[in-house]
């Protein structure tokens, strides 16, 4: 029997769907799968909706209910079915699914996935297989004896080798007092655990390279001593995932590159540890967290890349399960990679998030490229995902983004960057170069801050960039390219002079289909603004810890938002991930029109979470000749319903009857309120991030909030002005309006007369009750 059951907003979805458009030829297909976790499927693919057999492609034994075919198809319109199959014969052994369509069209780019019997049968069996196998290792090895700095070599030989030959070797990690989490351990230990990486992988390959005797030994008291410590124990996945990874991580390169110095009973060893770790992991991955049926898992998605491939690769042929580890996880980067993106290269989770999520996902790339041929990079997703932080987070931006962000308003980390270079080097985009270069420029001297030492050595990176792709000359983003759409994961980007910091502004809006579900926010309809080398209308708050107060309480809420709450109320930014989910918004319109650059949010879905009498929220931003914004908010509702117009900055701002405006070190703006149909607003402003515990934040910047409370009224109609400038150069923007008739005509005028009006629908029946 095949039930083929309704999908939900939470699982895999049936894929390609009809009417979906297809990227990338050959499609990728997934369904639903049947409850026997044994079960294979066959997929059959024709041009004939009677599958006829000179029309129609089958492919039988598929072992997972997602799959990339290994052959292009051609140009043309599809119907395509699958059932569950015999595994001997291949014949279907339940009914045929429900037909689906789609279309394909010529020209797409070409992404066939080898087959599992081909798949490996080229990559070689013997040691080390990660970065570098044998014969490229004897390769390298000639090319350093000739010249030192070879792909900058020496500079990591000195800085992230030698230092490990004098430290002591690591004690397994005590854990937690009581086994209760605590902020401060859980960051330590994951440092520390990810010096053991460092230890074993640099000492493993300084040796290997020099063929020092003593460092390869060094290396080898590292790894046997990891080898040692209980793979149930305080650095299991289950204790805390983030030391649970690096030392499965540790180990595996450990075994690879030592593998020939091991004796028989140290390989034991080590090989049993690693299996029991990876098994582990692997086992929550496909059995316990379900990523192929729930992919919206940031940590156990990022698993797959940061562990799977790699321990994989060591492990292939010691152990029957690494081949199966190994292609679940080529299958599901080519296939279901990733559940947070969308077709122009946006990554849901946010810019931060797209860092860590994005800088795994490059390494399994390079290593499996490296090892067995296989190119994810030809995937159209990552041609393109380097536009996603070029667009969203400026190199000169701090607080102007959105979702989760360990940097805590610094600049961007370094390994952003890094990650540009990457895709510069895969794609010859000369800007993500540029933004690469751009870090490199503005944020020297933070790579030993937590969040890049305790997760990147940035020698190791350039050493493995340079040995395998090129330096690309950088080239600015061009003056006529500052505008992106993410459509799939609702952002807009706006990038005015990116290359000018003295003229620069940055403006970021969202309203996601995605909802406030794992680093996403109820922040749908919210803006950030940064201008003029200065963060202006900020994400307020500091994420010191997935769970803390700071984070549930405030900046995962819609309170910390620069945007509306309903009666006092936002979105939905809990813990349960169905409701997150639902939490959702929509950017129906982006464009750029000439003058100025339009775009609209619906987010009345994610504000129904919590205010079920909303019937819609709206809001429409102007950016109006590269200079200012109007941003119009349009609320109905069955009831009268009381608006807080909510904005953040880095300190207090002075506020008028109508006015506010705030003075940084560099630049500023101000607002006024043109106009709102339900009446005048009353404005106040707070310091301070309520209900957060004072102890997470001691020593951080707190920063203030605007609040503008309008009456309460069924139909809410609010018209703001909003004007950053450079202090060197204040600007005004003056404005009326002609509310006479059926609409409230607003007029702007800059310093060059030149005019711009917004029209607003008036309701004439806004249900005002008296009070505020």
């Given at each position: 029997?095949?039930?083929?059951?309704?999908?939900?907003?939470?699982?895999?979805?049936?894929?390609?769907?009809?009417?979906?458009?297809?990227?990338?030829?050959?499609?990728?297909?997934?369904?639903?799968?049947?409850?026997?976790?044994?079960?294979?499927?066959?997929?059959?693919?024709?041009?004939?909706?009677?599958?006829?057999?000179?029309?129609?492609?089958?492919?039988?034994?598929?072992?997972?209910?997602?799959?990339?075919?290994?052959?292009?198809?051609?140009?043309?319109?599809?119907?395509?079915?699958?059932?569950?199959?015999?595994?001997?014969?291949?014949?279907?052994?339940?009914?045929?699914?429900?037909?689906?369509?789609?279309?394909?069209?010529?020209?797409?780019?070409?992404?066939?996935?080898?087959?599992?019997?081909?798949?490996?049968?080229?990559?070689?069996?013997?040691?080390?297989?990660?970065?570098?196998?044998?014969?490229?290792?004897?390769?390298?090895?000639?090319?350093?004896?000739?010249?030192?700095?070879?792909?900058?070599?020496?500079?990591?030989?000195?800085?992230?080798?030698?230092?490990?030959?004098?430290?002591?070797?690591?004690?397994?990690?005590?854990?937690?007092?009581?086994?209760?989490?605590?902020?401060?351990?859980?960051?330590?230990?994951?440092?520390?655990?990810?010096?053991?990486?460092?230890?074993?992988?640099?000492?493993?390959?300084?040796?290997?390279?020099?063929?020092?005797?003593?460092?390869?030994?060094?290396?080898?008291?590292?790894?046997?001593?990891?080898?040692?410590?209980?793979?149930?124990?305080?650095?299991?996945?289950?204790?805390?995932?983030?030391?649970?990874?690096?030392?499965?991580?540790?180990?595996?390169?450990?075994?690879?590159?030592?593998?020939?110095?091991?004796?028989?009973?140290?390989?034991?060893?080590?090989?049993?540890?690693?299996?029991?770790?990876?098994?582990?992991?692997?086992?929550?991955?496909?059995?316990?967290?379900?990523?192929?049926?729930?992919?919206?898992?940031?940590?156990?998605?990022?698993?797959?890349?940061?562990?799977?491939?790699?321990?994989?690769?060591?492990?292939?042929?010691?152990?029957?399960?690494?081949?199966?580890?190994?292609?679940?996880?080529?299958?599901?980067?080519?296939?279901?990679?990733?559940?947070?993106?969308?077709?122009?290269?946006?990554?849901?989770?946010?810019?931060?998030?797209?860092?860590?999520?994005?800088?795994?996902?490059?390494?399994?790339?390079?290593?499996?490229?490296?090892?067995?041929?296989?190119?994810?990079?030809?995937?159209?997703?990552?041609?393109?995902?380097?536009?996603?932080?070029?667009?969203?987070?400026?190199?000169?931006?701090?607080?102007?983004?959105?979702?989760?962000?360990?940097?805590?308003?610094?600049?961007?980390?370094?390994?952003?960057?890094?990650?540009?270079?990457?895709?510069?080097?895969?794609?010859?985009?000369?800007?993500?170069?540029?933004?690469?270069?751009?870090?490199?420029?503005?944020?020297?001297?933070?790579?030993?801050?937590?969040?890049?030492?305790?997760?990147?050595?940035?020698?190791?990176?350039?050493?493995?960039?340079?040995?395998?792709?090129?330096?690309?000359?950088?080239?600015?983003?061009?003056?006529?390219?500052?505008?992106?759409?993410?459509?799939?994961?609702?952002?807009?980007?706006?990038?005015?002079?990116?290359?000018?910091?003295?003229?620069?502004?940055?403006?970021?809006?969202?309203?996601?289909?995605?909802?406030?579900?794992?680093?996403?926010?109820?922040?749908?309809?919210?803006?950030?603004?940064?201008?003029?080398?200065e963060d202006l209308a900020i994400q307020s708050g500091h994420y010191v810890a997935f769970n803390s107060t700071m984070h549930q309480k405030w900046r995962r809420q819609t309170v910390s938002k620069n945007a509306v709450l309903i009666n006092g109320k936002g979105q939905y930014a809990g813990k349960d991930k169905s409701q997150a989910m639902q939490a959702?918004?929509?950017?129906?319109?982006?464009?750029?029109?000439?003058?100025?650059?339009?775009?609209?949010?619906?987010?009345?879905?994610?504000?129904?979470?919590?205010?079920?009498?909303?019937?819609?929220v709206l809001r429409d931003v102007y950016f109006v000749h590269n200079t200012y914004f109007v941003i119009v908010d349009s609320i109905d509702a069955d009831q009268a319903v009381s608006v807080d117009w909510r904005l953040h900055a880095n300190a207090p701002m002075t506020l008028g009857d109508t006015t506010f405006r705030y003075t940084g070190e560099r630049a500023g703006f101000?607002?006024?309120?043109?106009?709102?149909?339900?009446?005048?607003?009353?404005?106040?402003?707070?310091?301070?991030?309520?209900?957060?515990?004072?102890?997470?934040?001691?020593?951080?910047?707190?920063?203030?909030?605007?609040?503008?409370?309008?009456?309460?009224?069924?139909?809410?109609?609010?018209?703001?002005?909003?004007?950053?400038?450079?202090?060197?150069?204040?600007?005004?923007?003056?404005?009326?309006?002609?509310?006479?008739?059926?609409?409230?005509?607003?007029?702007?005028?800059?310093?060059?007369?030149?005019?711009?009006?917004?029209?607003?629908?008036?309701?004439?029946?806004?249900?005002?009750?008296?009070?505020?």
């Amino acid at each position: 029997m095949l039930d083929e059951p309704k999908t939900g907003r939470l699982t895999i979805q049936y894929g390609p769907s009809q009417g979906a458009a297809v990227f990338e030829n050959p499609p990728r297909f997934s369904w639903l799968p049947v409850i026997e976790d044994e079960a294979r499927y066959v997929l059959r693919v024709s041009t004939d909706p009677g599958y006829p057999s000179k029309a129609t492609h089958v492919f039988s034994n598929i072992a997972l209910n997602f799959f990339t075919p290994n052959v292009v198809l051609p140009a043309g319109s599809y119907t395509w079915s699958y059932a569950v199959c015999d595994p001997k014969t291949g014949l279907p052994t339940t009914q045929w699914s429900s037909d689906r369509t789609f279309t394909l069209a010529g020209g797409l780019p070409e992404t066939p996935l080898a087959d599992r019997k081909t798949r490996f049968s080229n990559a070689t069996r013997s040691h080390p297989r990660l970065w570098l196998t044998p014969e490229r290792l004897n390769e390298f090895r000639k090319d350093i004896i000739k010249d030192a700095e070879h792909c900058t070599w020496s500079t990591f030989f000195e800085q992230s080798v030698l230092p490990w030959m004098d430290r002591d070797v690591m004690p397994e990690p005590v854990g937690y007092p009581d086994h209760k989490r605590i902020a401060k351990i859980w960051r330590q230990t994951y440092i520390d655990c990810q010096e053991l990486i460092y230890a074993i992988r640099h000492l493993a390959i300084g040796g290997q390279v020099t063929q020092d005797a003593a460092m390869l030994a060094r290396a080898k008291d590292w790894l046997l001593a990891a080898a040692a410590w209980n793979p149930s124990g305080t650095t299991s996945r289950a204790y805390t995932d983030e030391w649970g990874f690096r030392v499965n991580v540790a180990l595996a390169w450990g075994y690879d590159w030592l593998h020939n110095q091991l004796s028989d009973e140290e390989r034991d060893l080590v090989r049993a540890s690693l299996l029991a770790r990876t098994k582990e992991t692997a086992d929550h991955i496909i059995k316990h967290a379900n990523i192929h049926l729930f992919p919206f898992d940031s940590h156990a998605v990022r698993a797959v890349s940061a562990v799977l491939i790699p321990a994989s690769i060591a492990l292939l042929d010691d152990t029957p399960e690494a081949e199966g580890w190994l292609n679940y996880s080529v299958e599901f980067l080519f296939t279901v990679y990733s559940p947070w993106g969308d077709k122009n290269g946006g990554w849901a989770e946010g810019p931060h998030y797209w860092m860590t999520g994005m800088a795994y996902l490059i390494d399994a790339a390079n290593l499996l490229k490296s090892y067995t041929g296989i190119d994810l990079y030809q995937r159209p997703f990552f041609q393109k995902t380097g536009d996603f932080p070029l667009y969203t987070k400026a190199p000169d931006t701090r607080r102007a983004t959105f979702g989760d962000d360990s940097t805590m308003g610094d600049l961007p980390a370094v390994k952003i960057g890094y990650n540009l270079r990457q895709y510069a080097g895969v794609t010859g985009n000369g800007a993500y170069q540029w933004y690469y270069d751009e870090i490199k420029r503005t944020n020297p001297g933070t790579e030993k801050m937590f969040y890049n030492w305790g997760w990147w050595d940035f020698n190791f990176d350039e050493l493995a960039y340079r040995t395998d792709f090129p330096i690309i000359e950088a080239v600015p983003p061009a003056d006529d390219d500052q505008f992106r759409w993410f459509k799939g994961i609702g952002w807009v980007a706006i990038q005015h002079r990116m290359q000018d910091p003295e003229n620069h502004i940055q403006f970021v809006m969202k309203s996601s289909p995605f909802g406030s579900i794992s680093h996403s926010h109820g922040d749908q309809n919210a803006f950030c603004l940064a201008g003029f080398g200065e963060d202006l209308a900020i994400q307020s708050g500091h994420y010191v810890a997935f769970n803390s107060t700071m984070h549930q309480k405030w900046r995962r809420q819609t309170v910390s938002k620069n945007a509306v709450l309903i009666n006092g109320k936002g979105q939905y930014a809990g813990k349960d991930k169905s409701q997150a989910m639902q939490a959702t918004g929509l950017i129906t319109t982006a464009e750029d029109r000439g003058d100025h650059i339009y775009m609209q949010g619906d987010a009345t879905a994610a504000y129904r979470t919590m205010s079920p009498e909303v019937t819609s929220v709206l809001r429409d931003v102007y950016f109006v000749h590269n200079t200012y914004f109007v941003i119009v908010d349009s609320i109905d509702a069955d009831q009268a319903v009381s608006v807080d117009w909510r904005l953040h900055a880095n300190a207090p701002m002075t506020l008028g009857d109508t006015t506010f405006r705030y003075t940084g070190e560099r630049a500023g703006f101000y607002g006024q309120f043109l106009w709102s149909e339900a009446g005048v607003p009353h404005l106040t402003q707070e310091t301070g991030f309520a209900d957060v515990d004072p102890s997470e934040i001691e020593g951080l910047p707190v920063s203030t909030c605007l609040q503008a409370r309008f009456p309460k009224a069924t139909r809410h109609r609010i018209a703001t002005l909003f004007v950053p400038y450079p202090l060197a150069a204040p600007r005004r923007i003056f404005s009326f309006l002609d509310d006479q008739g059926y609409d409230c005509d607003l007029y702007c005028t800059d310093s060059e007369d030149r005019t711009f009006k917004v029209v607003v629908p008036k309701t004439f029946d806004v249900g005002t009750t008296p009070t505020r």
